[in-house]
């Protein structure tokens, strides 16, 4: 579903139409024309996927916009990244990072380090990475927030990419992420290079990051 | 040599193979291949003096040093980045603008006279020097100023970033009785280059 339009590089007009809801990051709209309503939503995924929400901290409050018009939204003056999907394609990012998606996309709660397992958690929530990403399928298009931008690294079998998890932003394809913690004696003694722990990311698809190492 | 390229204005590309590049710790943002990273030696490698100097100084500079064979990605606070070819030059440059560097060049801390009284940025700079190339943060896209010996510049120290070749500082003050009163212009105190070279300015004031 085309039809996203970035009117420059922070803010992006999205259409809106019956059959065709958008939902958002509450209070991110900027302007509208046409007839628009905006009400709040409480991701709706059942029980489980709301207990999963909650228990992954990843709880940014939506709004759905309905009816027929233009909207316009943006963030904090931070940039987008437009992110078409094609049926059976799945992006996974991190909800703070998602400003606005098709409400024909099904979001989901993912951890990153499920390679890991208990591991790969424990790791993840010591160094204090909030690791936990909404995950995205089904046809239509999303915008994700990047302070500085972001750019997308092709990551093909036997090209494997490490990222520093404040840049990550989000990943999209057949891509499994590995939380490694690079943890030795200089780091206890104060003297780490600041690159302690990484994501390891593998498989076939993109990697968004991000020109700062700030969340927001 | 470490070969340096920018991806978009904020993001610089540095491809290694088996060398080593040096940049702030902590501004890497990604990488492929197998790099490999390490706080560079006491005092940045600039051995015990240098640390001693920078520790007296104020002019702290925070590397660490990256080897490997691939390619790593460098970016600050979505800050803009200004790549500086260097060939036996020096540049100077305050050391929190400093963003990546190719290890064979030589890092040092120097007097630069009254400059930084105002700026707050002390009285002291980081050179580099040698073969290669140096990243600069800029605070918004940086522009060049040429300096030429009948066309002196005057710069806010707030603004500056960088200046390179044969160059003298001067302090230039213009306060008067409106500043004393707290009316002023808001450039009570400015930077003079006379000589021949480039000057970097960001277009933001610390």
């Known amino acids: ?216 | 040599m470490a070969r340096f390229r920018k991806n978009g204005s904020r993001i610089v590309e540095v491809d290694l193979a088996g060398e080593s590049v040096k940049s702030l710790a902590g501004a890497m943002i990604a990488y492929e291949g197998e790099i490999s990273f390490k706080k560079a030696g006491f005092g940045g490698g600039e051995g015990i003096r240098g640390a001693i100097k920078r520790k007296a100084t104020g002019e702290s500079l925070d590397l660490m040093e990256c080897t490997g064979t691939g390619t790593v990605y460098f970016a600050h606070d979505a800050t803009e980045i200004e790549l500086v070819p260097l060939a036996s030059e020096t540049l100077q440059v305050e050391s929190s603008s400093l963003l990546a560097l190719d290890s064979g060049l030589k890092t040092n801390v120097t007097f630069t006279g009254l400059r930084g009284a105002s700026a707050g940025q002390g009285l002291f700079t980081t050179t580099v020097s040698g073969n290669g190339v140096v990243a600069v943060l800029s605070d918004g896209p940086a522009i060049s100023l040429e300096v030429a010996p009948q066309y002196p510049l005057v710069v806010d120290p707030d603004a500056y970033v960088a200046s390179k070749g044969q160059l003298t500082q001067s302090f230039v003050t213009d306060v008067s009785w409106r500043s004393a009163i707290g009316k002023g212009s808001g450039e009570a105190f400015s930077l003079r280059f006379d000589g021949s070279g480039v000057v970097l300015i960001q277009p933001a004031e610390r």
């Open chain 1, 1 to 216: 579903m085309p039809g996203y339009v970035q009117v420059n590089s922070k803010v992006v007009q999205v259409p809106v139409a019956p059959g065709r809801e958008v939902l958002a990051r509450r209070g991110a709209m900027l302007a509208y024309t046409g007839q628009v309503t905006f009400r709040p939503v409480t991701a709706a995924q059942g029980i489980s996927g709301m207990l999963g929400r909650v228990v992954a901290g990843e709880t940014v409050k939506q709004m759905v916009a309905e009816g027929s018009g233009q909207v316009f939204y943006g963030h904090l003056g931070l940039h987008l990244t437009v992110i078409d999907l094609t049926p059976g394609e799945s992006l996974q990012v991190e909800a703070d990072r998602l400003l606005c998606h098709d409400a024909s996309l099904t979001s989901s709660v993912h951890f990153l380090g499920q390679q890991g397992g208990i591991r790969g958690a424990v790791r993840g929530a010591v160094s204090g990475q909030g690791l936990f990403t909404t995950q995205l399928a089904g046809d239509g298009s999303a915008v994700v927030l990047a302070h500085g931008g972001a750019i997308g690294l092709q990551v093909t079998p036997g090209r494997v990419v490490a990222v520093d998890p404040q840049a990550y932003v989000g990943h999209r394809g057949q891509l499994s992420v590995d939380v490694t913690a690079k943890v030795g004696w200089r780091e206890a003694v104060g003297r780490g290079s600041g690159e302690a722990i990484q994501l390891r990311v593998q498989g076939q698809g993109v990697v968004y990051v991000q020109a700062s190492e700030q969340k927001f």
